[in-house]
């Protein structure tokens, strides 16, 4: 019992050491979104300004601007 707890302990260890290693920092994870959203749908010659108007007029009600 006392082995198997041992070696399920190290595998799991080294597992997330393995994930974590890949994972993205969170910054870059931020500027890649903000990246993507930026090109896709606020560059749209349709979507881009409907869904600015959305959020300058949601701001405007909440106050924020």
Do not use: K
């Not at 959203?37 to 300058?56: E, K, Q």
Request: glycine fraction near 10%; hydrophobic fraction near 50%; charged fraction near 10%.
């Amino acid at each position: 019992m006392r082995r198997y707890l041992i070696v399920n302990g190290v595998s799991t260890a080294v597992m997330y050491a393995g994930v974590w290693a890949f994972v993205p920092s969170v910054t870059s994870l931020t500027q890649t979104l903000n990246q993507t959203w930026d090109t896709y749908v606020m560059g749209d010659t349709i979507l881009g300004p409907v869904l600015y108007r959305m959020i300058t007029v949601g701001a405007s009600l909440l106050g924020a601007g």
